[in-house]
């Protein structure tokens, strides 16, 4: 993620943004490289254009968001999610 969060360095100050219909929460089960199970959390949406988003978010955002309509906030090149607003 090095290069990738350098890259980010200049949507601190103005994030991307995207307007996702259907927005919905999915997890993933997997397991770590010692087999020890992970389980990953996404929130998932399509923006008008029909450009599937799909960003990493914690257990607690889990199931909170449901198909809405939601504006979501990000850095591009790290994929991390700023801010989620439900519309």
């Known amino acids: 993620m ?3 969060a350098i890259l980010d360095v200049p ?7 995207a307007y996702l219909e259907n ?7 997997t397991t770590d490289s010692d087999g020890d199970p992970v ?3 996404y929130l998932q949406g399509i923006d008008e254009t029909g450009k599937h988003y799909s960003f ?6 889990f199931g909170e968001i449901s198909g809405k309509y939601v504006r979501v906030r990000y850095l591009p ?4 999610l700023l801010e989620v607003e439900q519309k």
Request: net charge negative.
């Open 56 to 61: 990493p978010i914690d257990e607690d955002m």
């Open 39 to 41: 389980t990953n959390y």
């Open 77 to 80: 090149n790290t994929n991390i």
């Open 2 to 4: 090095g290069h990738a």
């Open 11 to 17: 949507y601190l100050a103005d994030p991307s943004a």
């Open 23 to 29: 927005a919905h929460c999915t997890v993933e089960h």
